[in-house]
């Protein structure tokens, strides 16, 4: 099981949790039912948010570890050219 499963395993877990209990609230009159409706919708809500974050997340790990690369391959050809100087025969006479 890899990071992003187990995140949205917990996810759904705690997003059950809070809507078993506002059912239960609901049965028990503790609850009214329009307030009901928006528990759960702000229930469904946070549990979108927190679904995209591993996806953003990934995404941002991938493009900064590619910027990486490309900063850190310029750097390194930046100090070979450095080192041999120039290339052209006629600067070497």
């Known amino acids: 099981m890899n990071l992003f499963h187990m995140w949205a395993v917990l996810v759904e877990s705690v997003a059950l949790i809070a809507i078993i209990i506002t059912g239960i609230g609901l049965m028990l009159c503790v609850v009214k039912p329009a307030d009901a409706l928006k528990h759960c919708g702000a229930v469904l809500g946070i549990v979108i948010v927190l679904m995209l974050i591993p996806g953003v997340l990934r995404i941002f790990g991938r493009n ?17 050219l450095a080192q041999t100087g120039p290339t052209n025969t006629e600067n070497k006479r």
Request: avoid cysteine.
């Open 64 to 80: 900064i570890s590619r910027a990486a690369g490309r900063v850190g391959g310029h750097w390194h050809w930046h100090h070979v």
